[in-house]
């Protein structure tokens, strides 16, 4: 399907489905990471105020561009 989706036969929505339907009892933040403390298990986000989330797994995903 990736030939459909590069030459605009197909959008690339109808071929994936939403993380946060897949992912049950899951968070999902998104923002830019400044900080993360592993030993007490705290992210902060920075945002306005900036946000200390507790964590028991954590997932980052990288932008680039």
Do not use: C, F
Not at 38 to 48: E, G, K, Q, V
């Amino acid at each position: 399907m990736l030939a459909e989706v590069a030459g605009s036969s197909l959008e690339p929505t109808h071929i994936s489905s939403p993380i946060r339907t897949s992912l049950r009892r899951t968070r999902v933040v998104r923002g830019p990471v400044t900080s993360v403390d592993l030993a007490a298990r705290r992210a902060l986000i920075a945002s306005d105020p900036p946000v200390t989330l507790a964590y028991d797994e954590l997932v980052l995903a990288l932008l680039l561009g």
